[in-house]
C-alpha cells in the first residue's frame, strides 16, 4: 500500500463485505483519508460506519498503527465526536441506513448469499483479547513533568512512537521527550484534532531540514526569548505557515543550537509521518520543503506580528 509504513508488516483487515459494501477496503494513511470516512459515518451512512468502527477495533488490537496519521485522526474524531452523540448501534441502524444514503426508489443487489470473506474482520462468538489497553494510570496531560511522560511510555512500550530514542527498558531520550511536548505545549485546548496534527507536522518539517529554522528566524530578524517558555500560539492554528511557526517558537526561546538538537528527532518523526525508514534523511518525499533553496521570500518580524 503506497505510504503504509514500512515496518507494519500486516496491513489492514477487510472489513465483511455484507456490513461495509464500497468501504469494506477502505484504508486510512493521510488526514483526508481518515476525513472523508469520518464525515460519512457521521452522516448515518452505515457502510462507512462499519468500516470506522472495525478500523477502530483494529486500532485497538494494534496499536502500533497510531502512527499511520489517518488512523489516529480518525480515532481522536471519533472520540470527540462520540462525547455529544454515541455512536448508534447496527440494531438501531435501519435497513436502509446499514445500505448507505441509498434513495429510496433505488435498490442494492443483494448480496446475503455470498459468504463471508475468509479470514477478514472478527467473527461473532469470538472474543479478543485487547492488546493495546494501557497500564497503570491513564495517559498523562501534555502539561505534566517529562519523567511522568517517561514512565508512562516504560509501562506502555507499545504506545510509544516508533521515532522516538529508547533504551532497554523503553525509556525515551531527554530529547525525545524534549521534542515531543515542545510541538504540543505550544497549543492550547481548544484547537481541532486537524489542526492540532497540521501544526505538528509543520514542526516536524521546521526542525528536519538542516538549518531552515536558523535561516528563518536570522533573515526574518525574530526575536529569541532569553528563556524557553512554551506559550499557548493564540492566533487561528488552522492558517498557520512556516514562517509564523518559527516566528512562534522564537518567541518561546527555542535557540538555534536547541533546533540543531532536536533536527534528528524531527526527522525520524516526519519520516514515520510518511512511511519511510526513521533515519532517511532529505529529500522526504511528502511533497514538503526540503531545503532552505525552496522558501519564499522570508516576512521581517515586524510583518508578523
Not at 242 to 250: D, E, K, R, T, V
Request: hydrophobic share 35%; glycine share 6%.
Amino acid at each position: 500500500i503506497p505510504g503504509w509504513p514500512y515496518n507494519l508488516l500486516a496491513p489492514l483487515i477487510d472489513t465483511d463485505l455484507r456490513l461495509a459494501s464500497n468501504w469494506m477496503s477502505y484504508v486510512l494513511i493521510t488526514m483526508l483519508e481518515g476525513n472523508t470516512l469520518m464525515q460519512a459515518a457521521c452522516e448515518v451512512n452505515g457502510e462507512a460506519r462499519h468500516r470506522l468502527t472495525d478500523l477502530l477495533r483494529q486500532l485497538t488490537e494494534r496499536p502500533e498503527m497510531n502512527g499511520v496519521e489517518g488512523l489516529h485522526v480518525c480515532q481522536m474524531s471519533w472520540r470527540n465526536h462520540n462525547k455529544d452523540r454515541a455512536a448508534p448501534t447496527s440494531t438501531a441502524i435501519s435497513t436502509h441506513d446499514q445500505r448507505g444514503n441509498t434513495p429510496p426508489d433505488l435498490e442494492h443487489a443483494s448480496i446475503n448469499h455470498l459468504p463471508r470473506p475468509l479470514g477478514r474482520g472478527h467473527h461473532p462468538g469470538k472474543t479478543s483479547k485487547s492488546k493495546g489497553k494501557p497500564k497503570g494510570p491513564s495517559m498523562p496531560n501534555h502539561s505534566d513533568a517529562p519523567e511522568i511522560w517517561r514512565q508512562w511510555y516504560v509501562a506502555n512500550p507499545a504506545h510509544t512512537p516508533r521515532w522516538m530514542l529508547v533504551d532497554r527498558e523503553n525509556s525515551p531520550s531527554n530529547t525525545s521527550m524534549e521534542y515531543h511536548l515542545l510541538v504540543r505545549r505550544t497549543l492550547g485546548q481548544g484547537v481541532s484534532i486537524q489542526d492540532r496534527a497540521a501544526w505538528i507536522r509543520l514542526s516536524h518539517i521546521l526542525f528536519s531540514v538542516p538549518g531552515m529554522y536558523n535561516y528563518i528566524v536570522t533573515n526574518g530578524g525574530y526575536p529569541v526569548r532569553n528563556h524557553v517558555e512554551t506559550v499557548h500560539y493564540p492566533g487561528p492554528v488552522a492558517e498557520v505557515n512556516i514562517f509564523q511557526l518559527a516566528w512562534w517558537y522564537a518567541y518561546c526561546g527555542i535557540t538555534v543550537q536547541q533546533a540543531n538538537a532536536l533536527q534528528p528527532l524531527a526527522v525520524r518523526a516526519r519520516n514515520e509521518r510518511i512511511g519511510r525508514m526513521l533515519d532517511k534523511p532529505a529529500p522526504f518525499n511528502d511533497g514538503d520543503y526540503n531545503s532552505v533553496a525552496e522558501l519564499p521570500l522570508i516576512p521581517l518580524s515586524h510583518d508578523l506580528g
